[in-house]
T-cell receptor, first 114, second 109 residues
Framework: EPEVTQTPSHQVTQMGQEVILRCVPI?????FYWYRQILGQKVEFLVS????????KSEIFDDQFSVERPDGSNFTLKIRSTKLEDSAMYFC????????????FGEGSWLTVV | SQELEQSPQSLIVQEGKNLTINCTSS?????LYWYKQKYGEGLIFLMM?????EEKSHEKITAKLDEKKQQSSLHITASQPSHAGIYLC?????????FGTGTSLTVIP
C-alpha cells in the first residue's frame, strides 16, 4: 500500500520561531497538498502544489507560510514566525492526477506553539 | 467555494443501534471519501466511492454514493464502542479536495 510519510510527528516550538514540516509524497504523484486541523475543528485546505508551483491557496496561507519541493522527493511547509494560533495538526496529501485517482494523506504532524 | 455539508454534527447512540451519517455536495464529485478520526489523531481511511450508485461495505460500515454523485451516506449496523470517533467525508471535485465538517459519534455501552 502506498504511503505518504510526514516528519516530525510532533513538534513543540517557541512563538516566533521558524518551523519546517516535511512530507514525502508517493513517488509517481504529481499533485501535493497541505491541510491544517486546529484541535476540535474542521480540516482546512491550505495549499496545493503542481509542477513546482502553487496552484491554489486558501486565505489561511498568508505570507508566513511557504511550500517547496527542494529535491524532487520532499515537499515542505515552512512557517516563518510561528504564532500561538498556528498550533494544529498539519496533514500532507498527494495525488497522482486529479479527477478520480485516489488521494493519499499522511499521518499528520502535530505542531504546538508555546 | 466548495462546501460539503455533513449531518448530523453529533450523534449519541446506544450500543447495538444502527446509525446513518450524511454528506452532501453542491457539485458533482469525482470521488467521495470517508475517514474516521480519533480526537487529536490522524485520519483513518475507510472507503472511497467514485461511481454513481456505488456502494461499499467493510465489516459493519456501508457507504453509498447517489446516482448524481452529490450525496453520500455512511451507515453503521449494530454499533459498538469501537465505532466511536469523528467521521469525516472528503470530496474530490476534480481540481480540489475538501473535507466536511465532521460528525462526532458516541456509542454508549
Amino acid at each position: 500500500e502506498p504511503e505518504v510519510t510526514q516528519t516530525p510527528s510532533h513538534q513543540v516550538t517557541q512563538m516566533g520561531q521558524e518551523v519546517i514540516l516535511r512530507c514525502v509524497p508517493i513517488s509517481n504523484h504529481l499533485y501535493f497538498y497541505w491541510y491544517r486541523q486546529i484541535l476540535g475543528q474542521k480540516v482546512e485546505f491550505l495549499v496545493s502544489f503542481y509542477n513546482n508551483e502553487i496552484s491554489e491557496k486558501s486565505e489561511i496561507f498568508d505570507d508566513q507560510f511557504s511550500v517547496e519541493r527542494p529535491d524532487g522527493s520532499n515537499f515542505t511547509l515552512k512557517i516563518r514566525s510561528t504564532k500561538l494560533e498556528d498550533s494544529a495538526m498539519y496533514f500532507c496529501a498527494s495525488h497522482r492526477t486529479v479527477s478520480g485517482n485516489t488521494i493519499y494523506f499522511g499521518e499528520g504532524s502535530w505542531l504546538t506553539v508555546v | 467555494s466548495q462546501e460539503l455539508e455533513q449531518s448530523p454534527q453529533s450523534l449519541i447512540v446506544q450500543e447495538g443501534k444502527n446509525l446513518t451519517i450524511n454528506c452532501t455536495s453542491s457539485k458533482t464529485l469525482y470521488g467521495l471519501y470517508w475517514y474516521k478520526q480519533k480526537y487529536g489523531e490522524g485520519l483513518i481511511f475507510l472507503m472511497m466511492l467514485q461511481k454513481g450508485g456505488e456502494e461499499k461495505s467493510h465489516e459493519k460500515i456501508t457507504a453509498k454514493l447517489d446516482e448524481k454523485k452529490q450525496q453520500s451516506s455512511l451507515h453503521i449496523t449494530a454499533s459498538q464502542p469501537s465505532h466511536a470517533g469523528i467521521y469525516l467525508c472528503g470530496a474530490d471535485t476534480g481540481n480540489q479536495f475538501y473535507f466536511g465538517t465532521g460528525t462526532s459519534l458516541t456509542v454508549i455501552p
